[in-house]
């Protein structure tokens, strides 16, 4: 998944962003749950004053003997008695004519469901057209005069809903600007808390801006934990580069000077072409193979320089490449039918570049297959948590310590060396101090030489 | 013995074909991948020589379908780059020996023989055939332990047999392996120089080491000591 560049923009941002939404969410649902909860026991709470006040509108009503008629001469509540007061009373006779309206009640229109048999409650909802609606309530009874005469009545209780809405829209009012206080309130916090946390971070880039402009060398000390590792690292990956690039400097300066002496050579040998007796080829070809020689030497040295180092690179496994290389060698050197033993776990691994492995075990085997005397034995052995000793071994005529010493170093001495010296230990040697490990050669108890690697593992 | 040498840089291609022509090769030389793989399957080399960074294809493409085609000849890469990396990777796709640049000529003719020696099925370098002994790196052959001399074309001429030791070799394949393309064909060249050949190498008569099957060819009757 690829992200939008506002939001890789700024991990505070992103933080606040997505905090800002959840609250929102979070709140939002809450507001609702409540209100939705409040609304409910206010239409109980209602219901109940609605009963209440029918019952009380029943009890005051007293009979008019003489119309078969009832009458209110005091309201149970004084509000019946004012317009507008939102409360409102009726009563009615079986066949739905008034007997008694509250005065309050002026102008108004109750739509009135089928009264129902004597004893039968009712509450319903009208809406109001463009007022706040009312909430009512209705009960028939059969009411018995003085002369045992029996007849239905209806009573109606009405009340404006306009309480009620108006202590919703303050609680729901309320509740917002609560929350809303709330959220901001959590949001600022998270923003000052981000700041500081974000600090150091702040701090590693104003100092990688500083190395780019030369003012910094490499990152200071005193990160927080969860940045320790990330800035050890980056100077570790800065000291390298730096080693790295003096390699190069350092390869190029001796590779320009170190060929300068053959060339000279041979300019002086092409000077004396036409003497007597005239300078033979095999001069030049002598020169030509030196500097051959320096080239390829600078070079995989140069080379050798390249990923020395854990960072950022995949373990090893240490087992196919012998492998690959033992192949190899028998391909190029049939007639030496080697017997090659790899005496190496699966598992091993080493912490390094593929290519600097091959180049180290390339350079050590090709010694074994072409000095060897057919026997070859490759075998590892942990030494260290993060270490291991890899040892190849022949059973040739092996190397003393003078010649073995010579032959780590003799890339440094390239000028020196003769024709026929390989420096192919003296590469593994700048290959395997690039990785911090140590190259020893020993006497093999196969006869030979044991070439005794120790490289970092992981 | 015929070999195609496939490298672009015009003057290492030239140089080498001429020390190679010099050794008694036959040589063809192409300058780019696409065109060495047609040569590989047109004029079927004893050896192919092949540089990794080609125009068109490269040499690892090359060697990869030449090998995918069936075609078990050796093959010897030629590479600037001296890591053991690239050698491993060259060996995998199929090559059978390498060299970093720069080298000897000396040096490629004599993995050249090797190769050759090896496909034909002789792993050590000295072709032993009890009375008569080769020894095809030196270019040396022995005849009960003394050197026999032979000019340059006899040497090759008898290689290219005794290479084949067993089998029958037609009169125009050694023309082909043996002279350039402009050879006059009818001529009897071979013929006196196989005469030559069995007095040098049987001045007795009684080794009888080349045969003739007539209207076939020749055949390398001894049979190898010590072969494996």
């Given at each position: 998944m690829t992200e939008s560049p506002a939001a890789a923009g700024s991990l505070r941002r992103r933080v606040l962003l997505s905090l800002a939404v959840a609250l929102l969410v979070f709140f939002g649902a809450t507001v609702a749950v409540l209100e939705w909860s409040l609304a409910a026991s206010l239409a109980r709470a209602r219901a109940e004053l609605l009963e209440t006040q029918l019952m009380a509108l029943i009890a005051a009503a007293e009979p008019v003997e003489e119309t078969r008629g009832l009458d209110l001469p005091e309201p149970p509540d004084g509000r019946m008695l004012s317009p507008d007061s939102g409360l409102h009373a009726e009563i009615l006779r079986g066949d739905g004519r008034p007997v008694w309206r509250s005065p309050s009640a002026l102008g108004l229109e109750f739509s009135?469901?089928?009264?129902?048999?004597?004893?039968?409650?009712?509450?319903?909802?009208?809406?109001?057209?463009?007022?706040?609606?009312?909430?009512?309530?209705?009960?028939?009874?059969?009411?018995?005069?003085?002369?045992?005469?029996?007849?239905?009545?209806?009573?109606?209780?009405?009340?404006?809903?306009?309480?009620?809405?108006?202590?919703?829209?303050?609680?729901?009012?309320?509740?917002?600007?609560?929350?809303?206080?709330?959220?901001?309130?959590?949001?600022?916090?998270?923003?000052?808390?981000?700041?500081?946390?974000?600090r150091p971070l702040g701090r590693i880039e104003?100092?990688?801006?500083?190395?780019?402009?030369?003012?910094?060398?490499?990152l200071s000390a005193g990160w927080p934990e969860e940045l320790r590792g990330v800035a050890a690292n980056l100077n570790a990956l800065l000291r390298r580069e730096r080693d790295r690039q003096q390699r190069y400097k350092e390869s190029l300066a001796n590779l320009a000077h170190s060929l300068k002496t053959p060339l000279a050579a041979v300019r002086a040998l092409l000077t004396g072409a036409d003497r007597e007796p005239p300078v033979g080829r095999d001069a030049i070809r002598a020169e030509l193979t030196r500097m051959d020689r320096i080239v390829a030497w600078q070079l995989r040295r140069?080379?050798?320089?390249?990923?020395?180092?854990?960072?950022?690179?995949a373990p090893v496994a240490v087992a196919p490449v012998l492998r690959d290389l033992a192949a190899t060698l028998d391909k190029v050197y049939p007639e030496r039918r080697v017997r090659c033993e790899l005496d190496v776990s699966e598992a091993l691994r080493f912490r390094g570049d593929e290519g600097d492995l091959q180049e180290m075990l390339g350079n050590v085997m090709d010694n074994a297959w072409k000095y060897g005397d057919g026997r070859v034995r490759c075998s590892a052995q942990s030494i260290a948590p993060e270490r291991f000793a890899l040892r190849v071994e022949d059973d040739g005529?092996?190397?003393?310590?003078?010649?073995?010493?010579?032959?780590?170093?003799?890339?440094?001495?390239?000028?020196?060396?003769?024709p026929g010296q390989g420096i192919g230990l003296a590469v593994v040697n700048e290959l395997v101090r690039a990785y911090g490990g140590e190259v020893r050669v020993e006497r093999s108890a196969l006869g030979g030489a044991a070439v005794i690697l120790v490289l970092p593992g992981g | 013995m015929r070999a195609l040498l496939v490298e672009d840089d015009e003057n290492l291609r030239h140089g080498l074909a001429a020390a190679m022509r010099?050794?008694?090769?036959?040589?063809?030389?192409?300058?780019?991948?696409?065109?060495?793989?047609?040569?590989?399957?047109?004029t079927a080399p004893d050896v192919v020589i092949v540089d990794l960074g080609l125009p068109k294809m490269?040499?690892?493409?090359?060697?990869?379908?030449?090998?995918?085609?069936?075609?078990?000849?050796?093959?010897?890469?030629?590479?600037?780059?001296?890591s053991w990396q690239e050698k491993v990777a060259g060996l995998k796709a199929g090559a059978d020996d390498y060299m970093v640049k720069p080298f000897h000529a000396e040096e490629l003719l004599a993995r050249l023989e090797a190769l050759v020696r090896?496909?034909?099925?002789?792993?050590?370098?000295?072709?032993?055939?009890?009375?008569?002994?080769?020894?095809?790196?030196?270019?040396?052959?022995?005849?009960?332990?003394?050197?026999?001399?032979?000019?340059?074309?006899?040497?090759?001429?008898?290689?290219?047999?005794?290479?084949?030791?067993?089998?029958?070799?037609?009169?125009?394949?050694?023309?082909?392996?043996?002279?350039?393309?402009?050879?006059?064909?009818?001529?009897?060249?071979?013929?006196?120089?196989?005469?030559?050949?069995?007095?040098?190498?049987?001045?007795?008569?009684?080794?009888?080491?080349?045969?003739?099957?007539?209207?076939r060819g020749y055949r390398f009757a001894l049979a190898p000591v010590g072969r494996d």
């Open positions: 009135l469901p089928p009264p129902g048999e004597p004893g039968t409650r009712r509450q319903w909802m009208q809406a109001g057209g463009e007022g706040p609606g009312l909430a009512l309530a209705s009960m028939t009874i059969d009411w018995e005069f003085d002369d045992g005469v029996v007849e239905p009545f209806r009573f109606v209780v009405a009340q404006s809903l306009e309480p009620w809405q108006a202590q919703r829209r303050a609680f729901r009012l309320g509740l917002v600007g609560w929350f809303g206080a709330l959220a901001a309130a959590t949001l600022a916090l998270l923003a000052f808390v981000l700041r500081r946390v974000m104003q100092e990688i801006r500083e190395m780019e402009t030369g003012q910094r060398e490499q140069a080379a050798a320089a390249g990923v020395a180092g854990s960072v950022g690179l005529a092996g190397l003393d310590p003078a010649q073995a010493s010579d032959a780590l170093a003799r890339g440094a001495r390239l000028d020196e060396s003769r | 010099a050794a008694g090769w036959q040589v063809d030389e192409s300058a780019d991948g696409a065109e060495g793989l047609y040569l590989a399957e047109e490269s040499g690892m493409e090359l060697i990869t379908a030449l090998r995918a085609d069936g075609r078990d000849l050796p093959v010897l890469i030629l590479t600037a780059r001296d090896r496909s034909a099925g002789w792993s050590q370098p000295v072709l032993d055939f009890g009375a008569l002994r080769f020894e095809p790196a030196a270019q040396r052959v022995e005849l009960d332990g003394e050197p026999v001399e032979l000019t340059s074309f006899e040497y090759r001429l008898l290689e290219y047999l005794v290479l084949r030791a067993g089998q029958v070799v037609s009169r125009s394949e050694l023309i082909d392996r043996l002279y350039d393309q402009d050879y006059d064909r009818d001529s009897n060249t071979v013929e006196v120089f196989i005469g030559r050949l069995r007095r040098k190498l049987d001045p007795a008569g009684k080794l009888k080491p080349i045969e003739t099957l007539r209207g």
